[in-house]
């Protein structure tokens, strides 16, 4: 994979922020503010290829096998749009995303409700239902 300049581009979750000043903090520790901010982190985690990240910030009992993550292998990340976010309580949450993906000249998308849980001052991805 060919390693980008991301402190002088925009972050990959389309923020408008550099990549320095919005998911790279997260992606070296940092916990995330929010389950929108680890969602967005995620996104950028897959466009980067940073699978380790994925696997980290994935809640423990949801998590699957290190080799079982489901990340495609030359996929180009095109985009991410959030369409909605609801905060239950403040360790419970909802984020509705459409990511859109390309895989050999084919275009694909992927709309899901995802659900984050809170644990320990650390925001976790615990699972999704994919949307139509």
Sequence with gaps: MKKRDESAQGCP????DSYAGCCEPLHQGR???SAQALMRSRYSAF???QHD???RSWHPSTRPAREALGV???ARWLGLQ???CETSDESHARVEFVARYKIGGRAFRLHENSRFVREGGHWFYLDGELRE
């Design 13 to 16: 979750c389309g923020s408008g």
């Design 53 to 55: 990240y994925l696997w």
């Design 47 to 49: 466009a980067l290829g």
């Design 82 to 84: 959030i369409r909605h």
């Design 72 to 74: 495609e292998d030359g």
């Design 31 to 33: 916990p995330a503010a």
